[in-house]
T-cell receptor, first 117, second 117 residues
Framework: DAGVIQSPRHEVTEMGQEVTLRCKPI?????LFWYRQTMMRGLELLIY????????DSGMPEDRFSAKMPNASFSTLKIQPSEPRDSAVYFC???????????????FGPGTRLTVL | AQTVTQSQPEMSVQEAETVTLSCTYD???????LFWYKQPPSRQMILVIR??????QNATENRFSVNFQKAAKSFSLKISDSQLGDAAMYFC??????????????FGTGTRLQVFP
């Protein structure tokens, strides 16, 4: 199993540019999560999907952020326009929901380090 | 809302010794799950150990064990026979039970563990 795949691993962009982060969850998993990690705020959930449907997007900072999951094997997190304060590590995680008490373990991808200049 | 607190920003231990990392949480729920994740310098989030709140028996995974005190809302991690590879950030995390229809993980701010030879 390849695990959760994220691309790119590193992204450097200039303020005002559009940034798209990509995630491929583990095959067969039906829940997908986007987290952001910063020194100031730690790890925070941005949004999560179940069966490709957004369930909780209360952590999405503002309208500049959007996430989609067009199918069970792909999700994107887009920032448009990007700002320096968006600099962080963005993690994608996936899990299989509903298979028992710990069927919900979340498996994390390696993260994308985003730097907005 | 649930919160997770890790009051030790940094800890250190000598190789082969034992160290305990603290975690407290606040919730009004009676059924939930608790996790410890390890994040080495590679940034990868790795599940170390997990505990179901309705189980009184403390979870154990090889050198890692927890002290779960439900009434005190405390969930500490003990690492025995510490190894250099244990050096990492450790995050405590909380998740509501499926009764509340959410897979959202709430993380503490983390404890950086240093291991000295």
């Amino acid at each position: 199993d390849a695990g959760v795949i994220q691309s790119p691993r590193h992204e450097v962009t200039e303020m005002g540019q559009e940034v798209t982060l990509r995630c491929k969850p583990i095959s067969g998993h039906n829940s997908l999560f986007w987290y952001r990690q910063t020194m100031m705020r730690g790890l925070e959930l941005l949004i999560y999907f179940n069966n490709n449907v957004p369930i909780d997007d209360s952590g999405m900072p503002e309208d500049r952020f959007s996430a989609k999951m067009p199918n069970a094997s792909f999700s994107t997190l887009k920032i448009q326009p990007s700002e320096p304060r968006d600099s962080a590590v963005y993690f994608c995680a996936s899990s299989l929901t509903g298979t028992g008490a710990f069927g919900n373990e979340q498996f994390f991808g390696p993260g994308t380090r985003l730097t907005v200049l | 809302a649930q919160t997770v607190t890790q009051s030790q920003p940094e800890m250190s231990v000598q190789e082969a010794e034992t160290v305990t990392l603290s975690c407290t949480y606040d919730t009004s729920e009676s059924d939930y799950y608790l996790f410890w994740y390890k994040q080495p310098p590679s940034r990868q989030m790795i599940l170390v150990i997990r505990q179901e709140a309705y189980k009184q028996q403390n979870a154990t995974e090889n050198r890692f064990s927890v002290n779960f005190q439900k009434a005190a809302k405390s969930f500490s991690l003990k690492i025995s026979d510490s190894q250099l590879g244990d050096a990492a950030m450790y995050f405590c995390a909380y998740r509501s039970s499926r009764v509340y229809n959410t897979d959202k993980l709430i993380f503490g701010t983390g404890t950086r563990l240093q291991v000295f030879p």
